[in-house]
C-alpha cells in the first residue's frame, strides 16, 4: 500500500469544496460503519457521496466527479490511494493533516456530512463514529476546535425559537453566520407548528433507528459493488 505523504499544517490546508467535503466525511464514516469494506472503491464512495440519507446537502456526483475531486485530495495528503487489489481503494488522512484526536474527527465528519448541528445532535449522529460520555464533553471537544489557529468549526449565534445554538465546520472556508440565522429559526417554528406531540427520547430514537437502517443499507450496496468489481461486473 503507498504510504501517505507527510501531513499538512492545518495553516496551508485550503478550503475544500463541497464534494472533497463529502468525500472525506464518507471515508471515515465508512472506516467505522464497514469496515469489512473498507477502503472504498470509487463505487463504494461514490454511493457514499450520493445517499439520500445522513446527507446534507443530498448530491448527485458521477465517479468521474468523485474521481477528479480524489486527485486534489491526494495533492492535500488528505486522501491515499491503495494498491493491495485490482480495483483502487481509497482511504482518508484526516487525523494526520489536521492533527487532532479520534473525538474532534468523529465530530468534523458529521458536520462534513450533515451541516450544521446542536452539540446534542452531534452527540446522538456521532455515535457511531465515538461514544461521547454527555453534551459537556462534545462542547468541550467542539471548544478546542473552534479555539485552533485557523479555527476548524464555529458556534453560531443561536436563532429565535432555537433552544440551542448550532455548530459548523470551517473545512470548506468562512460561512456566512447571518445566513444561518433565519434558516435555524424556521426550521424550529416549522416543528412547533406540527404540534406533534413526541418526547425528545421517541424522537431521537427513531433518528437513531432510521441512520442504522441507512447505513446498512450503505454497507450493503457497498458490498455488492465490491463482489461486482471482483467479478468484474458493472453495475451500470
Known amino acids: 500500500m503507498n504510504s501517505p505523504a507527510d501531513a499538512s499544517s492545518p495553516r496551508a490546508l485550503r478550503a475544500l469544496t463541497p464534494l472533497e467535503a463529502r468525500i472525506v466525511g464518507v471515508l471515515v464514516e465508512k472506516q467505522h460503519t464497514v469496515p469489512d469494506t473498507y477502503p472504498l472503491s470509487l463505487n463504494a464512495l461514490t454511493l457514499g457521496c450520493n445517499q439520500k440519507t445522513a446527507r446534507t446537502p443530498v448530491m448527485n456526483a458521477s465517479e468521474?466527479?468523485?474521481?477528479?475531486a480524489i486527485e486534489d485530495l491526494k495533492l492535500l495528503s488528505l486522501v491515499f490511494e491503495g494498491s493491495?487489489?485490482?480495483?483502487?481503494?481509497?482511504?482518508?488522512n484526516l487525523n494526520r493533516v489536521l492533527g487532532v484526536p479520534s473525538q474532534a474527527v468523529a465530530l468534523l465528519t458529521v458536520l462534513l456530512l450533515r451541516g450544521a448541528q446542536t452539540a446534542a445532535e452531534l452527540r446522538l449522529n456521532s455515535s457511531r463514529l465515538h461514544g461521547f460520555a454527555d453534551?459537556?464533553?462534545?462542547?468541550?471537544?467542539?471548544e478546542e476546535l473552534a479555539e485552533r489557529e485557523p479555527p476548524l468549526?464555529?458556534?453560531l449565534p443561536r436563532a429565535p425559537g432555537e433552544r440551542e445554538s448550532r455548530w459548523i465546520h470551517l473545512l470548506c472556508g468562512e460561512v456566512n453566520v447571518a445566513s444561518f440565522a433565519g434558516a435555524g429559526g424556521a426550521a424550529s417554528s416549522a416543528r412547533e407548528d406540527?404540534?406533534?406531540?413526541?418526547?425528545?427520547?421517541?424522537?431521537?430514537a427513531v433518528r437513531a433507528e432510521q441512520q442504522r437502517l441507512a447505513e446498512e443499507v450503505a454497507r450493503l450496496q457497498a458490498l455488492v459493488a465490491r463482489m461486482a468489481a471482483e467479478l468484474g461486473m458493472s453495475l451500470d
Open 153 to 155: 468549526v464555529i458556534k
Open 135 to 142: 453534551v459537556s464533553s462534545v462542547e468541550g471537544f467542539l
Open 194 to 204: 406540527a404540534g406533534e406531540g413526541v418526547s425528545l427520547a421517541d424522537f431521537e
Open 84 to 92: 493491495s487489489s485490482r480495483v483502487p481503494r481509497f482511504e482518508h
Open 64 to 68: 468521474a466527479d468523485v474521481l477528479a
